[in-house]
């Protein structure tokens, strides 16, 4: 009897035992990818461990794709080109990409597992991103929802970037957040400073970036953050310059305008600032010192719902009108816009039509 | 038992289908038939992995358990040997296909607990059925349940924009419908009788 | 009816801080499926489908989409203004694509009566039914959109 008893249980925990084995083996076999090879642009070769998607691959290589939902799959930020080696188009890519891009072999780097060899092509200037670690200097109240924040760097770090790039901030849990996202933001001091770098941040209803560093950040906080990234910036020219901007917008022409200050310029220049009312304004002071510095540069304020109580003198309206004042030559003239999209359309529809500036001389930021 | 296995095959699609006349896997069936794509897939794999579980069960039965006398043991070996394979397969879905292993996603690992697997394995043990024939059953069962949950889906995807007295929304409407579809297949019955 | 794994999943992504600061459900403590359930109802008692309202508010936006600065008058008697902040949201139910931080505020002149709705809320009426839970910051009511803005 006890003697049964115990090879019952022999019987029964080989099975188990047989199958664990099965599984073992299975698990080693078909999960070890080894070894593995990124190829960058025909030129870089990455060795890494296979089984990882290639966003965090590549950031573990200290190459930063934008991403800004973290590589869930959602924000469709982290596009790049696979050669060779991405396996099929998932399904959980298909809703991000568009047909030609698709052809294109466009695919998304947080949902590429790495199962074989690779081939990507990114463009050149990501090799420049990288992972700073900073601590908060200043906050500044500019109106009721728009703080500026310096971040100074550690370690020694420091920033190469272009006036008018922007950087993807990384939070950290707070109250009822359990998770960290990562946001966007134009960097709005000049490129001349390595050592810190000034966001320019507006309250977004329902946000939970700008909900924690309204709310919750304070000086002296730790914070990390990647880029540079995106290709608005000045273009080194004699032409005149149009800057149009709305909300905080004004972030990166803030930016290249200290540049400007920086290098010197004798370029024509006018920034055409877009607010509903004069709570709106923001860095006042700072553009008529520009004004004073500069040989020829004007800021002008258009308010579109001007309170009567505010009293308001200046320009009042949509921005488009007042253009007329700023172009002398419209084909030796850039205009650089930052804003929602409808703003950007609107105005780059009324400068090509109405004022006939070249359409390429027309850089923008755009939210959307 | 002497059915042919090819008999037993339409037999378990139509006649004594594994969901519209014994009722097994309702779990999955009512809560995935929201989307037809998603009913289609579990369906799938459900069918793939009945038609394999219950030739290894019948393998493990009557080379294993039989001639060692631990025939009692079978609940705890069938339900281990499908989940096993289960998970199996769902590591060689994402190597081989990871479209699949995307599409299927969290359904592939809910088949371990589905109520028909383990159903059919335990009903070709009790009617006797030879290697072929279980297969066959399996396979059929398989099938049968896909076609159920694509029916269902088919329906419950017309009655979305429908107005359903608050009480029976959901569970309620889906339970009355799989009943109806289940008076329907009565029509089948007496063609073939297997059980 | 028991959640799936599927549905648990977007539930989670609902929650106050996983997309949004305060999620989509607000104070309701009603299962997702429900809430869409029961506007279903309201909706068929109003006599209008979820796709109606939603290409309603969609003419909205687009209506006010070009006019960055100020409302436009639309309809005569509406004052609609967008607005759009940098970033993208996702769709908590997964799947669907992204969509622009926008928010459209329509006032009905007449009554003074004024919505405030982003271009995820459109999508999540077409093709969820989903209006958000009560006290949700963006949650819209059908029967006050349909009585104010059709």
């Known amino acids: ?368 | 038992m002497d059915i042919s296995a090819f008999v037993l095959f339409w037999a378990a699609i139509f006649t004594s289908n594994i969901l519209l006349t014994n009722f097994l896997g309702m779990c999955s069936y009512l809560s995935v038939s929201r989307e037809i794509e998603s009913a289609m897939g579990l369906g799938l794999a459900v069918t793939f992995v009945l038609t394999v579980t219950s030739a290894l069960n019948w393998v493990v039965y009557h080379y294993l358990l039989v001639p060692f006398g631990i025939v009692y043991l079978q609940y705890i070996i069938f339900i281990v040997v499908i989940a096993a394979f289960v998970q199996f397969l769902e590591l060689l879905i994402e190597r081989y296909t990871p479209a699949l292993y995307y599409s299927l996603g969290i359904f592939l690992p809910l088949i371990t607990v589905n109520c028909a697997i383990l159903g059919v394995s335990l009903f070709m043990i009790i009617r006797n059925y030879s290697f072929i024939q279980s297969v066959a059953f399996g396979a059929g069962s398989g099938i049968g349940w896909l076609l159920a949950i694509l029916m269902l889906a088919g329906v419950r995807r017309k009655l979305k924009e429908k107005l359903i007295p608050v009480g029976l929304r959901g569970a309620g409407i889906s339970l009355i419908i799989t009943g109806i579809m289940a008076l329907g297949f009565i029509g089948f019955s007496g063609i073939v009788q297997v059980q | 009816m028991k959640q799936t794994p599927i549905d648990k999943r977007i539930t989670a992504r609902m929650q106050p801080g996983n997309l949004t600061y305060n999620g989509f459900l607000g104070t309701d403590r009603r299962d997702f499926r429900q809430i869409i359930a029961d506007d279903e109802m309201a909706l068929d008692k109003l006599g209008k489908t979820a796709e109606e309202i939603a290409d309603r508010l969609e003419y909205f936006q687009n209506q006010s989409y070009d006019s960055f600065q100020g409302p436009a008058i639309v309809d005569k008697i509406y004052e609609v203004e967008t607005e759009v902040v940098r970033g993208f949201l996702p769709c908590p139910f997964g799947h669907n694509g992204i969509y622009r931080k926008s928010f459209t505020t329509v006032k009905n002149t007449i009554t003074g009566k004024s919505f405030t709705f982003t271009a995820l809320n459109i999508h999540l009426i077409r093709e969820h039914h989903f209006f958000e839970g009560k006290d949700s910051h963006f949650r819209l009511e059908p029967h006050e959109i349909v009585a104010e803005l059709f």
């Open chain 1, 1 to 368: 009897m006890f003697l049964r008893i115990i090879q019952d249980i022999a019987l029964m925990s080989g099975i188990g035992i047989l199958l664990a084995l099965v599984m073992v083996i299975a698990q080693r076999w078909l999960s070890n990818y080894g070894e593995l090879n990124i190829n960058i642009n025909s030129k870089k070769d990455l060795t890494v461990t296979g089984g990882n998607s290639l966003l965090s691959s590549l950031s573990e290589k200290q190459i930063f794709i934008p991403s800004a939902c973290g590589g869930r799959g959602t924000c469709g930020a982290c596009k790049c080109k696979v050669i060779e080696g991405g396996g099929p188009l998932l399904p959980t890519e298909k809703p991000l990409l568009s047909k030609a891009e698709i052809e294109d072999h466009i695919r998304l780097a947080c949902q590429v597992k790495i199962k074989s060899d690779i081939k990507i092509e990114i463009p050149e200037s990501i090799f420049n991103i990288k992972r700073f670690h900073s601590e908060i200097e200043e906050i500044i109240d500019y109106t009721y929802d728009i703080k500026g924040i310096t971040f100074k760097l550690l370690n020694g770090e420091t920033i190469d970037f272009k006036a008018g790039q922007y950087i993807q901030l990384e939070t950290q849990p707070y109250g009822k957040v359990k998770q960290s996202v990562v946001r966007a933001y134009s960097i709005s001091s000049k490129p001349e400073l390595k050592d810190r770098i000034q966001l320019i941040i507006r309250l977004v209803p329902e946000g939970i970036c700008t909900t924690w560093v309204h709310n919750y950040l304070k000086v002296g906080d730790k914070v990390n953050f990647t880029g540079p990234y995106g290709d608005f910036y000045i273009r080194d020219t004699n032409a005149d310059i149009i800057f149009v901007a709305g909300g905080s917008g004004q972030a990166p022409i803030k930016s290249m305008l200290e540049h400007l200050k920086e290098v010197g310029t004798d370029r024509k220049m006018s920034f055409f600032f877009g607010a509903r009312t004069t709570k709106d304004l923001y860095l006042t002071e700072e553009m008529l010192a520009f004004e004073k510095h500069f040989n020829d540069f004007h800021y002008i304020p258009v308010l579109s719902h001007p309170e009567p109580d505010e009293n308001w003198q200046g320009r009042i309206g949509f921005v488009m009108p007042y253009f007329k004042e700023a172009i002398r030559d419209p084909k030796n003239t850039e205009a650089y816009l930052c804003g929602s999209p409808g703003m950007i359309a609107g105005v780059t529809k009324s400068l090509v039509e109405e004022y006939s500036l070249d359409k390429d001389k027309i850089y923008y930021d755009s939210f959307g």
